[in-house]
Nanobody, 123 residues
Framework: QVQLIESGGGLVQAGDSLRLSCAAS????????MGWFRQAPGKEREFVAA????????YYADSVKGRFTISRDNAKNTVYLQMNTLKPEDTAVYYCAARQTYWSTKESLYNYWGQGTQVTVSS
């Protein structure tokens, strides 16, 4: 059982930056691909970014490409989401998720989820 704990959310203004962190309890963290998803009020949860087990491959939703960067530190069992040039439409609860071996953009393929962290961007 992998436990994921997100942190780093908050209230910021448009154009600001935030870095989210997701700490995993699993000693074999390096065997898990990681993803970030978000859910805005009244909307379905959507894919944001994903990273391969070794960190060499990343993938982003078009809406965040060029502004967000996903990275991981396997020595610290942590995945990050650096969010720059934030927009009001980025307001959502952000979740990290884990699945073994291969990353995916499909939330149904992730086995483990964190509790989420709120990001609010004011205009």
């Amino acid at each position: 059982q992998v436990q994921l704990i997100e942190s780093g959310g908050g209230l910021v203004q448009a154009g600001d930056s935030l870095r989210l962190s997701c700490a995993a309890s699993e000693r074999t963290f390096s065997s898990y691909a990681m993803g970030w998803f978000r859910q805005a009020p009244g909307k379905e949860r959507e894919f944001v970014a994903a990273i391969s087990v070794n960190g060499r491959s990343t993938y982003y939703a078009d809406s965040v490409k060029g502004r967000f960067t996903i990275s991981r530190d396997n020595a610290k069992n942590t995945v990050y989401l650096q969010m720059n040039t934030l927009k009001p439409e980025d307001t959502a609860v952000y979740y990290c998720a884990a699945r073994q071996t291969y990353w995916s953009t499909k939330e149904s393929l992730y086995n483990y989820w964190g509790q989420g962290t709120q990001v609010t961007v004011s205009s």
